[in-house]
């Protein structure tokens, strides 16, 4: 199982981005798939989850109304297309093989800053 982010970056507040995971060595189609972040002296926090077919989606009270998650079962990416970017969204994000509490691998992380 290999994943691998990308598209992190620095930001000013008010910004977007648009992350991706590339994932390959499993069955992409079969599983959901979870973005993640942990910010410095901070627990891991799930931010977003997607079920295997785009049914249904789930985001953490901080991030409703401005993160998206998105996937692409031909081409096995995910995106997180992150708007209205935030000082407190400052965070290493991960993409993870699986969701709801099931995870089964994680990405090395791409850095999301966001700052003046």
């Known amino acids: 199982v290999q994943l691998v982010e990308s598209g992190g970056g620095l930001v000013q507040p008010g910004g977007s981005l648009r992350l991706s995971c590339a994932a390959s060595g499993f069955t992409f189609s079969n599983y959901a798939m979870s973005w993640h972040r942990q910010a410095p002296g901070k627990e891991r926090e799930v931010v977003a989850q997607i079920s295997s077919i785009s049914s249904t989606r789930n985001y953490a009270d901080s991030v409703k109304g401005r993160f998206t998650i998105s996937r692409d079962n031909a081409k096995n990416m995910v995106y997180l297309q992150m708007n209205s970017l935030k000082p407190e969204d400052t965070a290493v994000y991960f993409c993870?093989?699986?969701?709801?509490?099931?995870?089964?691998?994680w990405g090395q992380g791409t850095q999301v800053t966001v700052s003046s």
């Open positions: 993870a093989k699986g969701g709801w509490g099931n995870f089964g691998a």
